[in-house]
């Protein structure tokens, strides 16, 4: 751990080293490439904070944002504007450093021309079972595919043809020719080029070939003058196809692959496939689902970007694939909400009390602190009157011995308010109890003279006169099982909780949030925090509670990966 009590960085360390002594003539730049073929999750989010942080971690770094957009059958521009979004919501910028991979087609076609005029690449016609095939196995080398020798004339007119859409998909592609007996399968003669006869959302039908990942990501890096190439583990075995790639642009600029351990968050769904089935099937209410893990649906939770931020630091990078638990990404909201939202007074469940020694025509005005962690915040005042709403798991009829709250013949206090005593229960034809008959004590107003009489419970309230409907939407975890724990070959999205989502109606909220603005963020007192949701409207809000109010991370003081 550093002295801010973030997890210790091994890529930084190296960045910076390679800063101090001149590598890369000094230069350090980053980039975050994703492919935006679905919206980004809390996975990227780490991806997003490493690559931004490193550039800003020595004078004059920069870090790219570049869309690897080499498949059309896949990418929108729909994905493109919301990636944009979500990496500037996160609280970085890219400033005039935006790239496309689609903006370099002409050159990495020239590039394996060049390839093929050097007999580094040749245009292969087996099929695709074929080609699995002759790749061979872990155990076992491949062969060389019949169609590795030809001639580089030959190569040259057919990958001409090719890009002039003279062949259907799948009947040529174009390979690297490295090693068919490699010990790594990535080297043994990776295709470069596949026809797809599919329009590009940004060049149209101007290619009808299009590059693979593993040839266009390292040479786009080569043309930006990357300096460090940031990745996930998945790709460790790719580094010597990257390093490769490199060798053979003929580039003076050698960019370095350095991987890290990806992010994964216990029970949540952090694959861009899966995330997509579930919004295809209805199964989550879209991509900005508040049980999903991505971004958007963290901001529409309450999530906010300091939190996403600190969470990351936090967590650090590893070459050690772990689980994190969901708990200790909640710490860090809750520690960032505990700071900057204003406290309120909400009742999701309501039961009424009336008070009957309470005049039927007057309400008073009950001063509320807003914020007591910050100064600034003020205060409100609240509506008190006759007739009040409180949680119905506030009161209990027979209560336990640890039960505190209350009870007939018991006394609370009213938060901002007066000691009251429950003196009558009245139940409805089933048995359960509709109203509370309470009286209070008028000299126990808070801040009275009597204010500090000793009570065992102070519970929250709202004037029923005066409080707001509201819709209030609880979130428990997505999934009942881990997506690792689920059995091969099984539909896993027989996992999703049926409980995830708990809408609840009729919930009464202090009238101040009558009108609120979506995506304001509150601690509903002794509740948790909640963040309007955009489906509010004038005079009927609907929260979606970010987080509870129990921490078990700082209970524990268990702030670690699993």
Request: with cysteine; glycine share 6%.
């Amino acid at each position: 751990m550093t002295e801010s009590g973030a997890a210790s960085n091994f890529i930084r360390e190296m960045v910076l080293a390679d800063h101090a002594t001149g590598k890369h003539g000094g230069r350090v730049v980053t980039r975050f490439p994703p492919e935006p073929n679905g919206h980004l999750h809390i996975g990227h989010a780490k991806a997003i904070c490493l690559n931004f942080g490193l550039a800003q971690s020595v004078p004059g770094g920069v870090c790219h944002l570049r869309f690897d957009d080499t498949n059309p059958t896949t990418e929108d521009p729909e994905y493109v504007k919301s990636i944009q979004d979500d990496v500037k919501w996160l609280g970085f910028d890219w400033h005039d450093k935006l790239f496309y991979a689609s903006d370099y087609f002409e050159r990495l076609y020239e590039v394996a021309l060049d390839l093929i005029r050097k007999r580094h690449a040749y245009v292969d016609s087996l099929t695709a079972d074929e080609m699995r095939t002759y790749r061979g196995t872990l155990t076992e080398p491949g062969k060389n595919s019949p169609y590795r020798d030809r001639s580089v004339d030959e190569n040259l007119d057919l990958f001409a043809k090719m890009r002039r859409g003279q062949f259907p998909d799948g009947t040529h592609v174009l390979r690297a020719r490295i090693d068919m007996g490699s010990p790594n399968l990535n080297l043994r003669d990776p295709v470069l080029y596949r026809i797809r006869h599919a329009a590009h959302y940004r060049t149209g039908s101007a290619w009808c070939i299009y590059p693979s990942y593993d040839y266009a990501h390292p040479l786009s890096d080569v043309i930006e003058g990357i300096t460090h190439s940031v990745c996930t583990l998945e790709f460790e075995d790719h580094r010597p196809l990257y390093d490769w790639m490199v060798a053979h642009a003929h580039t003076s600029r050698t960019p370095q692959q350095i991987e890290f351990a990806r992010l994964n968050v216990a029970h949540a769904v952090m694959s861009k496939r899966k995330l997509l089935e579930l919004v295809d099937r209805s199964l989550v209410a879209g991509w900005d689902d508040p049980r999903l893990p991505t971004i958007k649906g963290l901001r529409r939770r309450g999530y906010t970007p300091e939190a996403i931020r600190n969470f990351c630091e936090h967590i650090g990078v590893s070459k050690r694939d772990s689980v994190i638990e969901m708990q200790l990404l909640e710490h860090f909201i809750r520690e960032d909400l505990n700071k900057r939202s204003n406290r309120v007074m909400a009742v999701l469940r309501p039961l009424k009390i009336v008070i009957e020694n309470y005049p039927e025509d007057l309400t008073e005005e009950m001063e509320a602190v807003n914020n007591p962690e910050d100064p600034t915040a003020g205060a409100r005042t609240v509506p008190f009157s006759r007739t009040l709403y409180i949680e119905r798991d506030d009161f209990l009829e027979s209560p336990p011995k640890q039960f505190f709250r209350l009870a007939p013949d018991r006394e609370v206090r009213l938060r901002y308010g007066y000691i009251i005593k429950c003196v009558g229960v009245v139940k409805d034809s089933t048995g359960t109890v509709t109203e509370l008959r309470c009286t209070y004590d008028p000299e126990t107003r808070s801040g009275g003279p009597q204010a500090q009489r000793k009570v065992k419970a102070t519970i929250h309230w709202v004037s029923a006169a005066h409080a707001v409907e509201a819709e209030v939407r609880l979130y428990n975890p997505l999934l009942t099982a881990d997506l690792a724990a689920i059995p091969a070959g099984s539909d896993w999205t027989t996992y999703v909780n049926p409980q995830s989502l708990e809408r609840v109606h009729g919930c009464r909220v202090e009238p101040g949030l009558r009108d609120t603005v979506p995506g304001v963020r509150y601690q509903f007192e002794r509740i948790g925090y909640f963040c309007v949701d955009p489906d509010s409207i004038p005079g009927k809000p609907v929260f979606n509670r970010t987080v509870s109010l129990k921490d078990a991370c700082a209970k524990t003081g268990t702030l670690a990966a699993k």
